[in-house]
Structures are given as structure tokens and as C-alpha cells.
């Protein structure tokens, strides 16, 4: 490894993909840390959401990301669907065999938002009885976000609420855009509204881009985790703090995964064009980008076990804001979590990225 942590290509790449595919392929116990180590982004499905991503690549409905993403993972067929679903031993025993002990189990992408608002409605209620049933049966090794189908925004605060106060899940999970929309549009805001009243952080999780933004990546073959999905919630977070929502709900809680999706490297060019680059309709804000970033939004480790990219968005964030997360199973890997626990981060620093801050931010 040099001192950047960058490995040969075939000894970093060894074994991409799922491991959990190739039963050869040893998984080395992971090693013992004095903290505990709580993954924030891990993904779950429920049997009535993959059905109905089944039905629409079958009929080629949905919009040309989720086409492209599911068709993909469908196509391929293996283990990573079994997974998903998995809400049980296999599970348990993937999280053992890494030394994760808590999961906080988000819906995965692009979750009930690619339904009609009827469905949707209706599978984000039923996902979240469920969710809450497995979380009761692992009370000690799962948490969980609750989906909401933000196609109907009254409704979907009020499942945010059901999900707090009845089934004891830690906040949503939002799929970045729904058919194109974006939670600036104050349409939205009832559920900014309800989030901010029942301290309930908002995890706005990568979708591949907004039908008016896939093209150019779409043909390139980069409209997923490879590049599209970050560009998407980049623009989705952005879009936010510029709208002046955060002036409006100071006390709402972001979460962001990937690092911050590049925004912690980007933040002293973004606060300086936000004044520099203004167009007369944007709203004048009462603090900076930065502000806001520091003030509202949390970042994660999900797909970025890499310390030159989180100590550097730790260092201009604070080491409150970043929390660790695997991205389970889209990217287990025991290596990684290994580079996570080597981070050049002291040994209280590493408490708090790996357990403290998911405790206090999720209210765990
Ligand atoms: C992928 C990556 C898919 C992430 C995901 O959910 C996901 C992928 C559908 O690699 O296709 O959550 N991720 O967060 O990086
Ligand atoms: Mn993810």
C-alpha cells in the first residue's frame, strides 16, 4: 500500500463484487476494536417491493435509472437479491463474519418511489411492519428508517410519525428524486415539517439521476454508484440548503452517504459562488453553505473506507458529523472495514465515527 492507501489494482480488486457469492473465498475474522461498530447505510427489500420491481422491468415501466439499475441487478440473478431479503441468520451471520454489530436498515434504492402514490403509500406502511417485526426479533443487532412515499407528502409525514412513535424506527429514509422531484419544492416541506418536530434525521440515499439528467450518463454506463448516484444527491442536498429550507426548519437532521457525495471537498468553491454566482430568483440565505453543512447535515463512510477522502471531510465538518457505514450488501467487504479501523484518527475519534455519533444522531 502507498502512503495514499492505494493497493495494485488486482489486490485491491480481488474478489470484487459479492463475496458472500464465493463460499472459497475465506472471509478473515474481523478484528476486535473497543468500540462497536454501527453500520448506517445497510440495505434491506421486502417480497412485495421486489415483485414490483420485477413487474416494471418486465413491462420496461419506470424511468430509464431504474431500468437500468434493476434491470442489471435482475438480470444478473445471484445471491445479492437473497440478501436483500434476507432479514435473518444469513444476515446476522454477514454481519458477524465483518464484526458489525448493529444495522440500520434503510429501504433500498430506489425504494417505493418509482410506484404510483397509491402503491406507494401502501408498501411504505407494510415495509415498515415489517421492518419493525425483524428489528423486534434482533433488537440488539437491528435499527431501521422508515420508507416514505413522498408522492404524497401529508401522508407520508404521518407515516414518519407512525414510524417514531409506534414502531420505534429512527427516522426516513428518502431515495433521492421521486419521478424527477426534489424535497426543495415546498410541496415537500410537510415533511421537513414533521422530521424537524419529531427529531428525525432524513437519509437522502442515492437513486440513479432525474429522468432530465441520466442522458449523458446513461450512455456511458455511468448512471450508477460509479458516478450518477453521487451527482444526484450532491444535487439534492445542494438544492436544499440553497432553497432556504434549512432557514425554515433549522433543527432538521440530513444524512448523507459516500463521503458527502464530494461535497466536504467542493465546500470553500461552493460558499464563495453561492455569493459570487447568484441568480436574482435564488433566495438570500442567513448563513453560508458551509453553515448549514455543518450545522444540519451528517455525512457517512458508505463505499469509501478511505482515509484521505473522510479525514479530509472530517476535518471540515468536525469529528461529530461523519459516521461510519458499510453499504451492506453492495459492498461487503471485511478489507474495508479493516482500512475503516486503521484510519490515522485517535482512539476517541474512532469511538465516535464508528459508534457515538450513529448512537446520538439516531437516538440509538
Ligand atoms: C449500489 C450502490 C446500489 C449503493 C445501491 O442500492 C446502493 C450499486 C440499489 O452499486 O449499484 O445503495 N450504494 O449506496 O452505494
Ligand atoms: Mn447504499
Known sequence: MNKHGAMNRKKRFAGVGIPLEDPKRAIKPPTKVPYKRIA????????????????????KAGDAGFLSLWGVFIRRGGILIDRLLDMGENRIRDMDATGIDVQLLLLTAPGVQ????????????????????????????????????????????????RGMNKLGLKGAVINSHTKGQYLDDPKFWDIFEAAESLNAPIYIHPQTPSPDMIKPFVKRGLDTAIMGFGVEVAL?????????????????????????EGLPYWLYRIDYMQEFNRQAFMPKLK???????????????????????????????????????????????????????????????KKKLFQKNAERVFSL
Open 40 to 59: 448506517t447505510e445497510e440495505a434491506w427489500i421486502t417480497p412485495e417491493i421486489m415483485q414490483g420491481y420485477r413487474e416494471l422491468i418486465a413491462k
Open 114 to 161: 418509482v410506484f404510483d402514490a397509491a402503491r406507494a403509500r401502501s408498501l411504505a406502511a407494510s415495509s415498515n411492519d415489517q421492518l419493525a417485526e425483524a428489528i423486534r426479533k434482533y433488537p440488539k443487532r437491528f435499527a431501521g428508517l422508515a420508507a416514505i412515499a413522498p408522492q404524497s407528502p401529508k401522508t407520508a409525514a404521518k407515516e414518519l410519525e
Open 236 to 260: 439534492h442536498t445542494l438544492a436544499i440548503i440553497t432553497s432556504g429550507a434549512l432557514d425554515r426548519f433549522p433543527k432538521l437532521k440530513i444524512v448523507i452517504g459516500h463521503g458527502g
Open 287 to 349: 448563513m453560508l453553505p458551509s453553515d448549514y453543512m455543518k450545522r444540519n447535515v451528517y455525512i457517512t463512510t458508505s463505499g469509501l473506507p478511505w482515509a484521505p477522502a473522510i479525514t479530509m471531510a472530517q476535518s471540515v465538518l468536525g469529528m461529530d458529523r461523519v459516521l461510519y457505514a458499510m453499504d451492506y450488501p453492495y459492498q461487503y467487504r471485511v478489507e474495508e472495514v479493516a482500512m475503516t479501523d486503521k484510519f490515522p484518527i485517535s482512539a476517541a475519534n
